[in-house]
Each structure stands twice: as C-alpha cells, then as structure tokens.
C-alpha cells in the first residue's frame, strides 16, 4: 500500500471509530417515500401524493412497472396504478433505489467520472440481482435490486474526502486502495445510518466474503453472484476465482460451469431499466 493511501486510510477510520465522518444522506424524496412507507396506516394515495412531487420519478416508476421484468396484464399509465400495482414496500424500495442516482454526481471531472461509474457498476449489479432473485430464490426482487444498488455505497464518503484533498485526486492508485479497503466497513455504517432493513444492513462487506456459508440463500449471496457475473470474462481478479469453490453458488443453485437457463437478455433489460 502506498505512504499516502495508508495515510489517507488511517485518517478515515479514526474518523469513522470518532462518528466524526459525514456520511451522505438519502435524497429528499427516498426519505419521505422510505417515511410513508413505513407507517402502517399509510394509504396508497398518500403515497402517491409523496412521489407525485418529483416528476422523474414518477415516470421512471411508471416504466418500470410497465416493463415486461414486471409483467403487468395491462398497461399501467398513471403513478397511482403504478403504486397499486407494486404494493406499498415495493414502491418504496424501487423509489428510493432510483432517487439515488443523483446522489452519485460530484464538482470535479475526476470524481464525477467516478462516480458514474460506480453508479453504472451497482445498476448492472441491481440488475442482475433482481433477475437471480426471481428465478433461484423466494426473496423479494425489490429487496434484491435495492441490495445491489448499495452494496458499493461505501464508495461515496472516500470519493467525497478525494474531492476536498488534491493529493489524493492526484492519485488514482492510492485512491483506488484506499477505496477497495475501506468501502466495505464504511457501506455498512451507512445502511445503518439509513435505517435499512436488517436483511440488507451488511451487503457492502458481506458480498465481498467469498468464503461465508450461511444457511439459507440470503441478500449477500445474490449481489456476490451478481457482481461476479457481470465480472465474467474480464480481468479483474474476482474473474480469475474458482466460482465452483463459492457457497453462494451452490446456495442459489447455480452451477457456474453448467448449462443454465439463459437469463442475459432479461438482464440487460433490468440493468438498463435502472440506469
């Protein structure tokens, strides 16, 4: 590890033991949609009312509903049957999923490229994630692709502190370590912070364990097997791994070397649904 990257990462986790790091915050509206949701007297009116206040939002949610990854016998054209269609935690989770796009722009080209694509990395991995979820599990897609959507979250505060510290936007190899060492402890603080559901809360670290053997298939296992499948055939070193070795596989029920159901285009769509 570089003088500088341990530096920078010795700091970050002084502040994170401190609670001395500010940890972004979900958009405006992902907070009064997540809000209503969770109130159990919340009528789908209300809640329509909520998203109704942004306009992009609700005509994303709109077109995802009407995409055949949710198959609706009938064309949905107004944020009310949208709503209705999807149920109360479903909408909430999409909403805020979505929302979170804008938090992934910054000031300077460096980080904003960055940022982008990190965003694209976890929209590929939500997406993939829904699709695995519906066809190898019985947990709920929306949980699965909010799961994918967060599990690089950690990402955000480092890319953040680079922002303010030009050494450190100077160079791209330290920031890199830095980020590849510290997103994982610094996305669960978040999610925590975020008051995520508890099936979520360790996605960042937990997918990243290639060795855990939990005994049901569960959130973490997905979004590994997502990330490494969108992984596949490049470089990166998780491509290199020996995926017959990994638990999460054989919990999906996924042979990695074996003929199976050709899910790609329904993928795609899901990724490209989200982006």
């Known amino acids: 590890m570089t003088d500088l990257a341990q530096r920078v990462q010795d700091e970050l986790i002084d502040a994170i033991n401190k609670d001395q790091l500010t940890l972004p915050t979900l958009p405006e509206i ?23 206040n942004d306009a992009a939002l609700s005509a994303r949610l709109i077109k995802v509903v009407n995409s055949p990854l949710l198959r609706s016998r009938s064309e949905i ?10 149920g109360i935690t479903y909408t909430a989770n999409l909403a805020t999923g979505l929302a979170m796009q804008q938090m992934f722009q910054a000031t300077s080209d460096v980080i904003d490229r960055k940022m982008r694509e990190v965003w694209a ?49 100077r160079d791209s190899i330290s920031l890199n370590l830095v980020i590849e060492r510290i997103h994982p402890v610094l996305g669960d603080k978040i999610l925590e912070a975020w008051d995520f559901p508890a099936p979520l809360l360790k996605v960042p670290s937990q997918h990243l364990d290639f060795t855990r053997n939990s005994a049901t298939a569960d959130y973490a296992d997905i979004v ?13 070193p998780f491509a ?35 982006g």
């Open 30 to 52: 992902a907070l009064r949609v997540r809000e209503a949701a969770e109130d159990p007297n919340v009528s789908i009116p209300f809640l329509v009312k909520e998203i109704s």
């Open 77 to 86: 054209t107004d944020l009310s049957m949208a709503v209705n269609r999807l």
């Open 121 to 169: 990395r976890s929209t590929e991995v939500a997406g993939i994630s829904h699709v695995l979820c519906r066809h190898y599990t019985r947990l709920k897609p929306d949980q699965a692709t909010l799961a994918g959507l967060v599990h690089q979250i950690g990402v955000l505060p480092v890319l953040s502190y680079a922002e303010e510290n030009s050494q450190l936007l």
């Open 224 to 236: 590994q097997v997502a990330m490494l499948h969108g992984l596949a055939g490049s470089e990166h």
């Open 240 to 274: 290199q791994m020996n995926w017959n070795q990994i638990p999460s596989f054989a919990k999906l029920g996924i042979n990695p070397l074996g003929e199976e159901e050709d899910l790609s285009a329904e993928m795609e769509a899901a990724t490209h649904l989200l």
